[in-house]
Nanobody
Framework: QVQLVESGGGLVQAGGSLRLSCAASGRTLRSSAMGWFRQAPGKEREFVAAISWGGGSTYYPDSVKGRFTISRHNAKNTVYLQMNSLEPEETAVYYC?????????????????WGQGTQVTVSS
């Protein structure tokens, strides 16, 4: 029903910044929230940020609060993740996800659709 395509990943030095984009297409009328997760090889999927599509309420774990910012551009059906002061430990594949109901936004099971991911590598 909803297709998500991430872009903007790449290689940055520790302390650097990067902005990820997620373009949504398909039947998005039932969208209620969008989120970002990351997963490194052999590691568990980790919640990064979430935003309600209409109201713009945002949610972050303590690990990224103050450094990462999630935002949206409604006309383009696109959400962004601005990442500042990146650390090597944050090297991972970053995924965007869509939640139809808008609940349980800090866990992967709260989402219904996922993008293919974009690689972010932070060098030391």
């Amino acid at each position: 029903q909803v297709q998500l395509v991430e872009s903007g990943g790449g290689l940055v030095q520790a302390g650097g910044s990067l902005r990820l984009s997620c373009a949504a297409s398909g039947r998005t009328l039932r969208s209620s929230a969008m989120g970002w997760f990351r997963q490194a090889p052999g590691k568990e999927r980790e919640f990064v940020a979430a935003i309600s599509w209409g109201g713009g309420s945002t949610y972050y774990p303590d690990s990224v609060k103050g450094r990462f910012t999630i935002s949206r551009h409604n006309a383009k059906n696109t959400v962004y993740l601005q990442m500042n002061s990146l650390e090597p430990e944050e090297t991972a594949v970053y995924y965007c996800a869509h939640s139809e109901r808008g609940g349980r936004l800090r866990v992967g099971t709260g989402y219904d659709n996922w993008g293919q991911g974009t690689q972010v590598t932070v060098s030391s």
